[in-house]
C-alpha cells in the first residue's frame, strides 16, 4: 500500500474512532454537563432525562478511558464519586458549543427539509434505490501537518 494512502487510511480510522465516542446519543449531554464543573453520578443521570444507570455508566467509563473525564472517589462512608471533564475533554467544549448553536439555529430548517423529503417519499416520487456514488476520497480533512 502506498505510504500517503496509507496514513490517509490510519489519520480516517482515528477520526471515525472520536466521532463514535462524541457522536453516540449520550456523551454531548454528558460533557455539557460536567462543562459546568464536577458532578455525582446520581446529579448527572437526573439531569440526563432518560438515560439509564447502565448507559450513564457505559458513557463515563468510554469518556474515562478516552481521557476527556476523570473520576474521583473519596473516601467517605458512602464512598463519593465525582465526575470532572480533564482538559482535553474541555477543549471538546469549545468544538461542541459551535455545534450545538448550529443545530438550534437550523432545527426548523432541517425540520421542514425532512418533511419535505418525507412526503416525497410517501408520494413514491422518490426514487427506490440510490445510484452508488463514486467513491472520493477525503483530502488532508484531518491530514497531519
Avoid: H
Avoid at 419535505?116 to 426514487?127: N, P
Amino acid at each position: 500500500m502506498e505510504v500517503g494512502i496509507k496514513r490517509e487510511t490510519e489519520n480516517c480510522r482515528a477520526v471515525s474512532d472520536v466521532l463514535q465516542r462524541i457522536g453516540d446519543k449520550w456523551t454531548v449531554y454528558v460533557v455539557g454537563l460536567l462543562s459546568n464543573g464536577p458532578m455525582r453520578f446520581n446529579e448527572i443521570r437526573r439531569a440526563v432525562d432518560g438515560i439509564s444507570q447502565r448507559m450513564l455508566t457505559l458513557t463515563l467509563r468510554g469518556l474515562e478511558r478516552d481521557g476527556l473525564v476523570t473520576r474521583t472517589v473519596y473516601p467517605t462512608i458512602p464512598p463519593r464519586v465525582d465526575y470532572e471533564l480533564t482538559d482535553l475533554g474541555r477543549t471538546l467544549i469549545s468544538i461542541l458549543a459551535p455545534l450545538g448553536r448550529w443545530a438550534l439555529d437550523n432545527k426548523y430548517t432541517v425540520a421542514e427539509a425532512r418533511a419535505r423529503f418525507d412526503a416525497k417519499a410517501s408520494d413514491g416520487s422518490q426514487a427506490t434505490s440510490v445510484k452508488e456514488a463514486p467513491k472520493r476520497r477525503l483530502t488532508a480533512l484531518w491530514r497531519s501537518a
